[in-house]
Nanobody, 123 residues
Framework: QVQLVESGGGWVQTGGSLRLSCAASGRTFSNADMGWFRQAPGKERSLVAAISTSGGGTVYADSVKGRFIISRDNSKNMVYLEMNSLKPEDTAVYYC????????????????WGQGTRVTVSS
């Protein structure tokens, strides 16, 4: 059974940092693109960042460019999201996603999803 399990969420003050982790099991994801999405209360889930199989290619939402860094360790089947200079508007549930067929910006094109980890940024 394929599983993606996020961890690392929590409460942090504005300007703080958090590092989210996504542990994949049930299959190897070294040959799959991976991504992080987030969903704030009352809003739709949206892409935060995505990373290619080798880690050499990354994309970010404009709202997090320069503050967040996505990375992966294929030897450990792990994906990370380093979040710096956090703002209250970053408050959301963050989801790890694995492998897509189609476009990486389309939520429905991603195949595997974690349960999410909550991030709260206080002002």
């Amino acid at each position: 059974q394929v599983q993606l399990v996020e961890s690392g969420g929590g409460w942090v003050q504005t300007g703080g940092s958090l590092r989210l982790s996504c542990a994949a099991s049930g299959r190897t994801f070294s040959n799959a693109d991976m991504g992080w999405f987030r969903q704030a209360p009352g809003k739709e889930r949206s892409l935060v960042a995505a990373i290619s199989t080798s880690g050499g290619g990354t994309v970010y939402a404009d709202s997090v460019k320069g503050r967040f860094i996505i990375s992966r360790d294929n030897s450990k089947n792990m994906v990370y999201l380093e979040m710096n200079s956090l703002k209250p508007e970053d408050t959301a549930v963050y989801y790890c996603a694995g492998e897509y067929k189609g476009s990486y910006v389309n939520i429905q094109d991603w195949i595997y999803w974690g349960q999410g980890t909550r991030v709260t940024v206080s002002s």
